[in-house]
């Protein structure tokens, strides 16, 4: 078969995984790159070797050659280039989040199907191998009926910055660390759960260190300038239509253990429970099952399980995807339920009342 034409579009800091992934994959040949920054222009045509670099992403997709492309741009432009791709004809890996808002998750399924191109959103997260295990043992019935679930990605000091400016601003990001991190966290959750319905949501939202320059990556003691209109922690009490309740809570900044950068899942059924607990992006020992063995409660934890790149492995998925004509397993739809899900918690928040949804 032949290899997979692509393109990337965006050459920034996630971009050099999707770049990497594609440079190895023996089913791929990596032929153009784009980004407005001529540095990184400069930096991705050198480091893999591609003679066709352009500032203007149309030049990309003008491209007949190019079959496929990683968007990977800042928020507020995954719906416009994604659709142009899609109308060029592309296949399209599309960075989280799928888009700033539902009605325009809406418009890049729309497009998908309308193209007949696939529309894979990167939720590399479902990819890790732990996820996966947890996945398997939630499918087998080791844990009965899921009726609660908590999911947490808390960082102490975690406010991109200053490089990454725009994740600050809510025109061009759409939110703080629940549109940033909160939508894995979503997106995993509710993949466990075999995608119940959210039915309700109470949340809450705040900005404390953000707008006092606080608690930013690396140190770095305030952001370049731009103001900080996002919140830096988000929680969300979501109620599932089977019944089932959700707890989701997410900070980029939080007076808790310094370097703290943590995620994880919780899943609590009437046979066990299963806890996922990623202490910064730990690779090992973070599945812990619980069950009653003789009537007595017990733990396993399958510690020889080594997690893996999620990010490599939704890459490749992809390929596999467009080069087998495959489905992605996240539908373009479930980036458009999920873009709900976050309106409904944002609005909740801001109104300070319960919002149901549709
Ligand atoms: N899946 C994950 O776990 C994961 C991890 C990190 C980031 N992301 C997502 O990836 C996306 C990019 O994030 P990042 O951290 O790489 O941001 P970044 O700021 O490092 O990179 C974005 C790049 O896009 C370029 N750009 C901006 N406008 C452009 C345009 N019109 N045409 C071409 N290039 C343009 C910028 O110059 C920059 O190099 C975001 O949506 C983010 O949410 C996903």
Redesign the pocket.
Known sequence: MAPLRVGV???????AGHLRTYARHPGVTLVAV????HE?LAWAAREFDLARAF?D?RQLLALPDVQAVSV????W??ATVTIEALHAGKHVLC???PALTAADAQRMAEAAAASGRTLMI?F??RYRNDTRFVKRVVAAGALGSVYYAKASWLRCAGI?GP??C?FNRKALAGGGPLI?LGV?LLDLSLWLLGHPRPRSVTASTYAVFGPRGQHFFEGTPAPCGEPFEVEDLASAFIRLDNGATLLVETSWALHTTPGRDEYTLQLYGDRGGAELDVRNYAQTGTVHVYGDMAGVPVESTPSALQAGSG?TAAISDFVDCVRQGRAPAASPQEGVALMQLIEAIYRSAEEKREVTLP
């Open positions: 579009i965006g050459a920034g800091t996630v971009a784009s980004d407005v920054s990184r500032t992403y990977c741009l800042p928020n432009l995954h960075e989280k989040p990167c590399n997260y991109p490089q990454g725009w940033d894995h990010h």
